[in-house]
């Protein structure tokens, strides 16, 4: 399991989630920030800081949020 940065980091794209999350697995993309799904240890320290409420844990996304876990996985596939 891991975390998943949703449509509101597009509109606000804050950054905090990056500064502290301890493995290093987001990354700034051009439309938003992006967890890579492989790394994230799902220790929560980006959603409890994000000013936006962006962050879901990916088994509690909606059916319109599955996209950017899609999106993050095609992000870290380059």
Avoid: S
Wanted: with cysteine.
């Amino acid at each position: 399991m891991a975390f998943v940065i949703t449509e509101p980091c597009q509109v606000e794209k804050a950054g905090e989630c990056a500064t502290v999350c301890p493995v290093d697995c987001i990354e700034e993309g051009a439309d938003q920030f992006y967890i890579d799904p492989d790394v994230c240890i799902d220790c929560g320290a980006c959603k409890a800081v994000c000013p936006v409420d962006a962050i879901e844990e990916e088994y509690d996304l909606t059916p319109e949020q599955e996209a950017f876990l899609e999106k993050a996985e095609a992000f870290f596939a380059r």
